[in-house]
RNA sequence: AGUCUCGUAGCUCAGCUGGUUAGAGCACUACACUGAUAAUGUAGGGGUCGGCGGUUCGAGUCCGCCCGAGACUACCA
């Protein structure tokens, strides 16, 4: 028997299957039963179970899904171990929050040791709900043994892949400005800067500083800044070398003194209107409004100015060394501020290198070590040396305050006649990622790895990856790669692996560690030569790391380098440290890298994606994914990020509570392409449910229900295709076509495509028209073999959709799948997660059949549009419909499907038209395609002339077969072929006319139609009847009916068609009696009573 | 600031290498149908295919500029 069920509830499928996954462990037999040769390699990129998942991550996970499972059911054993990212700011800057602490408590008013364990504690605690989504949205993935990224294998792992880079030579400390965030503690990798909204708009006040020239009277360069904070610590000012300057005189518009100001010419407009000669110091208005001025009394170059010397702006700290020169800097541009750079070589990456370039010093005091440092602290806050700003934050790290120092620092130069004018500045300025506060560039000491050395390596091997879509490899993802900077490896923070590198104080020797053992050999060495009794920590996490001293070859100390190891190399390292590889599992590694398919969102392409890629390049020479599908961000309906904020987010458990899992994963990937992004709407799910899982669903019942009146059961042994009828061979056609459109869809990783040609059929094809134009053979007499040919082909279709489904929606296809196992003999494999895609076979494709039935549907189409505009209910039977023939062909094709298109349309017959006599009326439309070229400019007089052609114009090219025409004194010839011919009209019939197909329709109705007709009616009626008495399907009854003149002919002729129709044994023609109901006919009311006998 | 992608009906999306009535689903309106009924059919309204210009016999499709959205890049003073 097969089930049948009251209705439709998605939800309550997910929970019956889930139960039955777990209790069959069908997961597990669905990579076991699986060939282990024949491996289908997937990554899964780790979360980190820090924070709550969210319904972007049920797109992400349903993409991965997807593809694992469609590769299951092509036979590959797809392994998937899960994994746990745990290290990291987002866990660290978590934990702060918690304890309400800064990073500078750390080591102070808590131990590292506490607080790792904290960080430890807090990493997991959102585990129970990511094993929880990931249960109910149906990912199946290994829980039970995932990969943990703070464990002592996988940082093992993690730094025997750090040797390797250690011994190819890749990795060297250095010195330089870098992104550094006060608010988290930490310098940021180049890729975390690259994150979504890193870069936000802001205002800022800029400042045009007047630099006093030495050994002249009131003369000033003005150089223009947006971070006013770093005027303390300028050293030089930097001009271009073929720039040319003018040196404007005028007077000052805060303090009216007079000065001669120099600055780019280019640039002279921005700042002043216009010439006034006997201009007067209080003509002068503050405010940033172009100023007037006397006269311009010189021009250079900026090479002339080179070597100029001016005095020191601020004077908080005297720098050691040469400085306050005018030095050339190729970077100098004129299409802002004033074409002089000012420089602070502490806060920026270029002002760094020109500096250096040119023995220009920076402006530092010594650290509480004696080491240099500049005059903002790790804080963002001025050091005690800038005496009016000590101890205030450079950016609003700390609490509000009511004027920022960069709007202090102008108002003091304002007043000591420094400044030459400010204003508001809106740019875009790098934010922290985590913090959301602005960054500094600031002087670091870091780690890198060499990856621009193998850029052009990296960049070859990308073109080998098959990226979805591809333009995010190409595009996104290739031009990164190209313009590659050093990766920053240096955390200094605490929560993470760290650095297994040990170096002398004068860093002149270090040894990088590769593995635990070789950690337990160099601490016995040291213990040997500086006595000590230290042992390999039991936890490889800072402080116990930090605690340990090596010893070189020569005798020196060696200490631990105290930064931690960028958190997005763990994660590109779990190809390797997920088997703890090279110590344990190398055969287990070596058949599982690099993987066939990865799939993250968008934001992942400079995160995992890269991290994923430079090390398997740079270790490996290898890629380490061969297709990525990279999908969009979830948005709200509105097209707006989903935030906390805006409490526009979707939860994802309620929403797969109330839908289902499938039907919210169907709607995600048959909405928009993957890496489209996603306006994530409720009422869509609601729109697929019904009419895709709706539709399927009322197949299947209609199926189950009688099937189970016929006691059918499906085995192999079926009607011969050829011994079915043409409708059957037709779905099958379609069926075959849609293997192997799906399949290939799934194979190149096309999943939006796979959805919407599955729905397209089902609720087309199968439900719309199989079922609807079938539904008479299964209803009615014994079985036969036409009965059985329809059972089997109705059960196929079902059962082949159930796997074409199963990778997206897995729980419904399973249900389908194994309902439909109830009635079948020859049982396949338990679940359809067991079980293989369906082979297309083309033997079964018949491309003339698929278009026979288009046609059929086509005309059917237009027959019921002409019965509407008429008000001729399809109930009424007419007698004939007239075709024009289009081709020799058409008339074949039609003339197979005529039965199917009679008995939709109830019509009793059609006639052919031919082209040949002067019924049709036509149209004759050019070729354009073929008969663009030729013609050329001719084409658009041609397509006029045609249009105007009489009927006898075009019967008479039908018949000659060429057409010829004057088109300006140039005589143009075309032959039928050119040309295409369709009816419009046939005079005096009821026409309808779509894409070149006409049908025209008799709508004279005889007596013999009307009793016919209303012999249907009262089918119709009675149905209706046993319908509302809820009879059994199967039930019989018996009829009276009122003896009335409008139905006594078509109870005499049509008695036995309604009696068989409606399971009646009984129609007798009576007087009104006790009981029954009134009919309302269009002819009156009639009496009408229904019994069981 | 630059680079890339995108802009088609009220909404979500198709539209292949340019070819002559620009499509589908949802929503809306009306009428049908109803042994699958939380369906279905037919018809209707709704589009200057973001704007302007160009190439072409012909542009939603190719090119340029502009506007708008998004992503990316950037040390940008």
């Known amino acids: ?35 282990s040769n024949q491996p289908f390699v997937f990554y899964e990129g780790p979360p980190s179970a820090n924070g709550m998942p969210g319904i972007h991550h049920v797109m992400a996970r349903a993409i991965k899904d997807i593809f694992c499972r469609f590769q299951t059911m092509k036979g590959k054993r797809v392994e998937r171990k899960g994994g746990w990212d745990t290290h990291g700011l987002p866990i660290e800057l978590s934990v702060e929050k918690e304890l309400g602490i800064t990073k500078e408590d750390i080591g102070k008013s808590i131990s590292v040791e506490e607080y790792n364990d904290k960080c430890r504690e807090t990493v ?19 829980l039970e043994n995932p990969y943990v990224t703070y464990t002592n294998e996988y940082i093992e792992s993690v730094w025997w892949l750090i040797s390797q880079l250690y011994q190819k030579g890749l990795l060297y400390k250095g010195y330089t400005i870098q992104p550094y965030s006060p608010a988290a503690g930490t310098g940021l990798s180049s890729h975390e800067l690259n994150m979504p909204n890193a870069y936000q708009e802001i205002t800022d006040i800029s400042a045009v500083a007047q630099f006093k020239v030495k050994g002249e009277v009131n003369t000033f360069i003005l150089a223009w800044t947006t971070t006013p904070w770093t005027l303390p610590s300028n050293t030089a000012l930097a001009v271009g070398k073929d720039i040319r300057y003018v040196k404007v005189h005028t007077f000052n518009r805060y303090t009216k003194e007079e000065c001669f100001v120099i600055l780019a010419k280019d640039r002279f407009s921005s700042y002043f209107s216009e010439q006034q000669p006997d201009l007067q110091p209080d003509q002068m208005k503050a405010g940033n409004q172009p100023i007037p001025y006397i006269e311009i009394v010189g021009e250079y170059s900026g090479r002339e100015l080179e070597g100029i010397h001016y005095e020191q702006l601020l004077s908080y700290v005297i720098p050691e060394g040469k400085a306050f020169e005018v030095i050339l800097g190729d970077f100098v541009t004129t299409s802002d501020g004033t074409g002089i750079v000012h420089i602070s070589p502490t806060f920026g990456a270029d002002d760094f290198k020109v500096a250096k370039l040119n023995g220009i010093a920076a ?4 650290d509480v070590n004696g080491n240099p440092m500049p005059l903002v602290d790790k804080q963002g806050k001025f ?31 304002k007043t000591e006649n420094k400044l030459f004018v400010s204003e508001k ?39 080998t990856i098959n990226w979805k879509p591809a333009s995010t490899g190409e595009g996104r993802f290739g031009k990164w790669l190209e313009n590659l900077q050093d990766w920053n ?5 605490y929560w993470g692996i760290p650095l297994p590198i040990w170096r002398s104080a004068d860093a002149k020797e270090e040894i990088c560690i590769q593995s635990i053992a070789q950690l337990k050999m160099e601490i016995d060495r040291a213990n040997d030569v500086l006595g000590l009794q230290q042992s390999v920590p039991a936890d490889l996490h800072r402080p116990y790391m930090d605690e340990i001293i090596l010893v070189s070859a020569n005798g020196e100390k060696l200490f631990r380098e105290l930064d931690l190891i960028d958190v997005w190399f763990d994660s590109g390292a779990m190809p390797y440290a997920q088997w703890h590889y090279p110590f344990e599992n190398k055969e287990k590694f070596e058949q599982n890298f690099p993987a066939d398919f990865i799939a993250e969102g968008v934001d992942q392409t400079r995160g995992w994606f890269y991290t994923l890629h430079a090390i398997g390049v740079m270790v490996f020479d290898s890629v380490a994914f061969k297709n990525v599908v990279s999908n969009g961000l979830v948005l709200d309906k509105n097209g707006q990020k989903m935030s906390k904020r805006l409490g526009n987010g979707i939860d994802p458990f309620s929403t797969i509570e109330k839908y289902g899992a499938d039907a919210t994963r169907w709607y995600m990937i048959s909405n928009a392409q993957p890496w489209d992004n996603l306006k994530f709407d409720l009422s869509g799910i609601e729109e697929v449910s019904r009419k895709f899982f709706g539709t399927l669903y009322n197949t299947y019942s209609f199926f189950a229900l009688y099937a189970n009146i016929d006691q059918f059961k499906w085995s192999s042994a079926e009607v011969p295709l050829e011994k079915r009828p043409e409708i059957d061979r037709w779905v099958l056609s379609e069926l075959n076509t849609l293997i192997h459109l799906v399949d290939t869809d799934y194979a190149t990783y096309e999943p939006t495509n796979a959805t919407r040609k599955i729905m397209e059929f089902v609720d087309e094809n199968l439900s719309n028209w199989y079922v609807r134009l079938c539904r008479r053979r299964f209803w009615k007499g014994e079985m036969s ?10 059960y196929t279709c079902l059962n082949v959709v159930s796997r074409l489904m199963a990778p997206v929606a897995p729980f419904f296809a399973d249900w389908l799948y194994r309902n439909l196992q109830e009635g079948a003999l020859e049982k396949g494999p338990e679940s359809v997660h067991l079980a293989l895609i369906p082979v297309s076979d083309s033997g079964i494709i018949d491309h003339a059949l698929e278009e026979r039935m288009a046609y059929a549907q086509r005309i059917s189409s237009l027959v019921l549009s002409l019965r509407k505009k008429e008000k001729l209910k399809v109930r009424q039977p007419l007698q004939k419909m007239l075709i024009p023939i289009l081709n020799d062909n058409f008339e074949k094709q039609v003339e197979g499907v005529k039965d199917l298109i009679l008995a939709e349309v109830n019509v009793k017959e059609i006639e052919y038209v031919s082209g040949a006599g002067n019924i049709i009326q036509k149209k004759v439309k050019p070729d354009f395609k073929s008969l663009g070229k030729k013609l050329g400019k001719n084409m658009k007089a041609v397509a006029d002339a045609l249009a105007s052609l009489s009927q006898e114009d075009i019967q008479q090219i039908e018949k000659s077969g060429s057409f010829e025409t004057n088109i300006s004194g140039e005589i143009i010839q075309l032959t039928k072929e050119e040309l295409e011919i369709v009816p419009v009209d046939i005079p005096g019939w009821l026409v309808a006319t779509d894409a070149g197909l006409t049908v025209a329709l008799d709508i004279q109705l005889s007596d013999e139609l009307i009793a016919e007709g209303m012999a249907r009616e009262l089918v119709n009626r009675i149905q209706n009847i046993r319908k509302s008495s809820d009879f059994n399907v199967t039930d019989k ?24 129709e409606t399971l009646a044994e009984k129609l007798d023609v009576v007087e009104k009696g006790d009981g029954g109901e009134m009919l309302d006919l269009p002819e009156g009311e009639i009496w009408i009573k229904v019994t069981l006998s």
Request: glycine share 2%.
């Open 1 to 35: 028997m097969f089930k049948e069920f009251k209705g439709l509830n998605l939800p309550q499928i997910d929970k019956e299957i889930l139960e039955y996954w777990d209790n069959a462990q069908i997961f597990q037999k669905s990579i076991d039963q699986r060939d």
């Open 124 to 142: 997991m605690r959102y585990k129970d709900k990511w094993d929880a989504i990931t249960k109910q949205m149906g990912y199946w993935v290994d």
């Open 363 to 366: 402006l530092t005091v010594p």
């Open 383 to 413: 050091v005690s040396q800038v005496t009016d700003f000590a101890g205030r934050y450079v950016k609003d790290y700390g609490q509000k305050e009511e004027r920022s120092v960069d709007t202090d620092i102008t108002i003091k130069l």
């Open 425 to 463: 500045y809106v740019h875009s300025y790098p934010h922290c990622w985590r913090t959301d506060k602005p960054i500094l560039y600031y002087p670091l000491d870091s780690w890198f790895i060499k990856t621009s050395s193998l850029k052009e390596r990296m960049v070859q091997l990308n073109q």
């Open 489 to 493: 490896l240096s955390r200094s923070r």
């Open 785 to 794: 073999e036409d009965k059985l040919a329809a059972y089997q082909t109705l």
């Open 1037 to 1060: 009854i018996a009829i009276q009916l009122e003896a009335l003149d409008f139905v006594k002919p078509a109870v005499k002729k049509y008695a036995s068609y309604i009696c068989s």
